[in-house]
Nanobody, 114 residues
């Protein structure tokens, strides 16, 4: 069973940056559309960044221009570079295929606060 392990979250001030990583136990990222999702308190989980075959990327309107998704197939790792962070970016961040087809990892908490 594939395991997904997210890391890199933390507490950051508004306007700051973080880089999240998601490591998979198997080579799933080469053959799947992969996304970063987030879930804020009291809200449903939403996809915010997606990387398709051919490294084509897409983003939700809320993060477009600020976040960048990338992947290293050799390392079975997907990244999310988050710049110009806002308080509304506070959430637990997860990665998974899109649509989700693997068990969710534990996520990594991102808190944006002064």
């Amino acid at each position: 069973q594939v395991q997904l392990v997210e890391s890199g979250g933390g507490l950051v001030q508004p306007g700051g940056s973080l880089r999240l990583s998601c490591a998979a136990s198997g080579s799933i990222f080469a053959r799947n559309v992969v996304a970063w999702y987030r879930q804020a308190p009291g809200k449903e989980r939403e996809a915010v960044a997606t990387i398709h075959s051919g490294f084509i990327t897409s983003y939700s309107d809320s993060v477009k221009g600020r976040f960048t998704i990338s992947r290293d197939i050799a390392k079975n790792t997907v990244y999310l570079q988050m710049n110009r962070l806002k308080p509304e970016d506070t959430a637990i961040y997860y990665c998974n295929a899109r649509p989700p087809s693997y068990s969710w990892g534990q996520g990594t908490q991102v808190t944006v606060s002064a």
